[in-house]
């Protein structure tokens, strides 16, 4: 009889819990037929690191192959030689190359956002792409060095 009445007692408490077990579970997968929630969607990212002289690599650590540790003739990081287009889901991230890093946010409609303060480095902000102008932030002043004005190789 003691058994009956604690079980009764319990029952309540337990049927919440487990109800709200089961209600968390469907928010997060989305129940049948819905799209899944903004923040699980995967929105297409382009990484543009092609103005920057010499050609180097970079990567977005989680996302990308690491730079560090690496024999640069097998390395499988991004270079930026080339545009990538990564699928990333609204969040925080960061760029990173040898001699320059920032973070980036991609926001729950799939644009950036990062610091106003790096704006003579980096475009994009609004956009789903990402420009990186620099290979280091500038020294004194806020004033560009000649050293961004070289060229790339054509070859």
Request: hydrophobic share 35%; charged share 20%.
């Amino acid at each position: 009889m003691r058994h009956n009445v604690a079980i009764r007692q319990w029952f309540p408490v337990f049927s919440l819990v487990l109800t709200g077990l089961v209600t968390m579970g469907s928010t997060d997968a989305g129940l049948a037929g819905e799209p899944p929630p903004t923040r699980l969607t995967e929105h297409p990212v382009i990484i543009d690191a092609t103005k920057l002289v010499p050609a180097s690599w970079w990567q977005v650590p989680g996302v990308t192959p690491s730079i560090w540790g690496s024999d640069p003739d097998s390395l499988d990081a991004p270079k930026t030689s080339e545009l990538r287009e990564l699928r990333l889901k609204p969040g925080k991230y960061k760029f990173i190359s040898f001699t320059f890093d920032f973070p980036f946010t991609v926001t729950l409609n799939g644009t950036l956002d990062f610091s106003k303060t790096l704006d003579q480095c980096v475009e994009g902000r609004g956009t789903q792409t990402l420009v990186v102008l620099c290979k280091r932030t500038y020294p004194h002043g806020g004033q560009r060095d000649a050293y961004y004005d070289q060229k790339p190789n054509d070859g």
